[in-house]
């Protein structure tokens, strides 16, 4: 089991990715999403059952709309459920967030297959 999810808070998230080493991830970003959450609830910015619970909501508004929750949109609710908590947590706001993304979008735009990325402001 990954250390940084206890067995308690995997059990709490049953529709996360996993497998017996603990969380997969079928792309960086996905990865990166979920490596930011943990750093969060690991600095008390919230607790897990709050973060279950924004995550929660995110699927069940996504399903309400038409998704078919076949698992391959997990990551983008859970991306949403970051940005929705990451702004009502005062961590930072919308526009800061909107900027960010951009950045990564372009800097994943910019780069060759296996390169890491590297941000390019105002590229796109």
């Known amino acids: 089991?990954?250390?940084y999810i206890k067995g308690s808070d995997l059990k709490r998230t049953p529709h996360l990715p996993h497998d017996e080493g603990g969380p997969v991830f079928a792309a960086p970003w996905e990865a990166k999403a979920f490596?930011?959450?943990l750093d969060l609830h690991n600095h008390g910015v919230f607790d897990w059952s709050e973060w279950c619970e924004i995550l929660s909501n995110e699927?069940?508004?996504a399903q309400a709309g038409g998704d078919p929750d076949l698992g391959d949109t997990y990551y983008k609710h859970w991306l949403n459920a970051l940005e929705k908590l990451v702004s009502e947590k005062q961590?930072?706001?919308a526009e800061v967030?909107?900027?960010v993304k951009e950045d990564w979008r372009a800097a994943d735009e910019h780069r060759g297959f296996g390169e890491a990325p590297v941000l390019v402001k105002g590229a796109g």
Do not use: G, R
């Open 1 to 3: 089991m990954n250390d």
């Open 97 to 99: 967030l909107a900027t």
């Open 59 to 61: 699927i069940k508004v």
């Open 35 to 37: 490596a930011m959450t």
């Open 91 to 93: 961590v930072a706001s």
